[in-house]
Every structure is written in C-alpha cells, then in structure tokens.
C-alpha cells in the first residue's frame, strides 16, 4: 500500500561500494568519522534525489521536552521502574491541546488524498498520555529524543553500566506488517518506537494505533511528504522552510487521527539526518517546534541493497552494526514496520538482544 515500499526496494546501482559507506556512515554518527557523498544508499529510506557530502552538525539544542528518563532515571521495558520521565511536563506546549488547523504553507506534495484538518480540539485517543507520544506506562521507559541524540553524538556520555537499545520502525504505519510487529513486540515483552509517515495513518484502523500505544510504543513523526527532493534540494533556507512545512502537516495530520494533546519529540528526517547537506537552519525550525532528529546507528538491514536473505542474516547484521557503530551502551536500530522479512525475523534479533542484556527503551 505504500509508496515508501517501492522506493525503500530500489536497489542499490551495480557497483557501488555499499559496504564501506554504510560503515562511514555509522561511524560519522558515532563521531568517529566524516560522512562523504557516496553515503546514499545505505540509509534506511533509499534515496530518490541527490546529495552531496554532509557538514550538518548534529543537533544538541535542548527541546522544550527536557530530558526524560536520564541515564540514571528510567528503566526498561524488562528491566525494573524508575521515576516517570520527564515528557509529560511538554503539555501544554506548541499548541498542545489547540484545534488542529491546517498549516499556513502549501501542502508539501503526497499522492495521498488531501488531508482536512478538523480545525477543532481532536479527543486524545484514551491510551495517549496528554503532552507526549506514549502512554503514562510507558514514562517508566521513555527518553527524550534530545538525551537520545546526545548519547549517540557522544557516546562517552552514555549511561554508564547499564546498555540500552532502541528498536525503531519507519515508513509504517502499514495495516499488514505493523500489526505482525506489535506482536513480536508484545510476545517480547519489549517496546518500540515508531517514526509514522502520517499520511498512511489514513489507511490504518485506529484500534492499530490504540494498541501500539497500549502496548507502551512510542509514536514519532518521520515525515509527511517523505519526498526528497521537496525536502533537500535548494538552499539552506528553502530546505529549512519545507523541512518544517511538512512537518507541521505531519503533526496536525497526526493530532487530528490520535488526540490534539499529541506531542512527540523525536524526528526522522526521510534518508536520516546524515545523508544530507547542511540541515542546521531546519534542525533549528525544528528545534522551535520542540523536536530533535534522530538518526539510527545500527540496523537490521531490510533497506539495504545487500540486505539479509535469512533470519539468522538479519541477527548479524544487527550484531555487526553494533559492533562496527563503536557505541555499543546505547543502540538505536533502523528497521521498516513495512517489510515482512523484518517481522519474520524480529523475534530472533529481539532474543539476542535480550541475551546481551539490553534494556529496551522508547523515545519521547
Ligand atoms: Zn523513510
């Protein structure tokens, strides 16, 4: 049903070094190494436009989100509770609670049907806890994006002695394979967080995003136009402005199906943050709106042009992402919540991640 699936499967040009740049690539998101043009198809969305060598530096300002669930405060999913994180104290912030009207710029482009804003206070769905993108539950194992983002751009601040892993979904929702996820998921007993392509929230049932949120996911935005060339190409300015236009379409498309209370901080930017030029006049748009990017240092590889053909292929991927990222206390896994292959082999890279002792976060 999607867009996203076709261009998600366009494979990698015969040739093409795949293996070094992906590893730059993680390895530039762990601050050991430099991004360089050929970065493209390695990232979790392949690419549809063109880019050049990135100099966008991450983005440390701090949300008005604050920091939940420091290194020291939140617990996992498995792990024992610790104090409620901190994003609930957003309510009330960036027209929380506010009608949710239609954004003053030019609808980015989407070949999904126009999306009418209601242009009235949208009743949160009842799992929603008001002010952030996850259920009260689920404070006990929520962090900030901007803690999140600060960890992976310096790992050396990452909590010591304990490892933490974030599994993250883009492109869904999907009505076929999000729902095989949430069960994977839930037989798990471990949370998720997943970054929506709003517009497909037309073609779920509500009762889908009723359970991910029940089941202590997380619901963040990853885009709603996902199309590169609106969003990257120009200059600094004109990528800041539709960078920021879609995502205010994404937000009041995403109010409008799950509350007017709902208040993600975390961002996926389509191809991530470090597949692009200088982003930092739209991280800063962002930054107003109270929400910082979030890339992904390791994956499971279902968007790869090599990716794994077999379960046990997808589990060392994962390892060996971890491995090669250099920052292996807190993980923060790319996957698609559109591709069967990675719901038949979620169980087993969940299981290993379980052996390693990790804690399963999700991220505000
Ligand atoms: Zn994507």
Known sequence: M???????????????????????????????????????????????????????????????????????????????????????????????????????????????????????????????????????T????????????????????????????????????????????????????VPATFFMITPQLQGVPVDLLRRSLRDGNGLDIHSYSHDYKYLFHGDANQRAAHVTCDYDWALAQARAVIGSDYDPSGFRYPGGEMSWNDLSKANAGLAKRGVVPIDWNAMSGDADAHMPTTIPGYVTMVKQSIAESGNPRVVVILNHDIKEKTAEAMPSILAW????????????
């Open 2 to 136: 999607s867009l996203r699936r076709t261009q998600a499967e366009r494979p990698t040009p015969a040739g093409s070094p795949v293996r070094s740049r992906r590893w730059s690539q993680r390895r530039r998101l762990a601050g050991i190494g430099v991004l360089t043009a050929t970065t493209l198809f390695a990232t979790g969305c392949s690419i549809s436009g063109s880019a050049s060598t990135s100099s966008s530096t991450p983005n440390s300002s701090s949300s008005s989100h604050g920091v939940t669930g420091s290194g020291s405060a939140a617990g996992s999913a498995s792990g024992s509770p610790a104090s409620p994180g901190a994003a609930s104290a957003a309510a009330g912030a960036h027209g929380v609670g506010a009608p949710v009207v239609h954004p003053s710029c030019t609808r980015p482009p989407t070949t999904w049907k126009t999306f009418k804003a209601p242009d009235a206070v949208v009743p949160d769905l009842p799992e929603l806890e008001a002010g952030t993108n996850h259920s009260k």
């Open 138 to 189: 689920a404070d006990k194992w929520t962090y900030s994006a901007s803690q999140v983002h600060q960890w992976m751009a310096k790992p050396q601040t990452a909590p010591k002695g304990k490892k933490l892993v974030f599994i993250t979904f883009d492109d869904g929702p999907d009505s076929t394979v999000t729902p095989k996820e949430l069960s994977n998921l839930e037989k798990a007993g």
């Open 353 to 364: 991640l379980k052996s390693q002792g990790y804690q399963f976060g999700i991220i505000s």
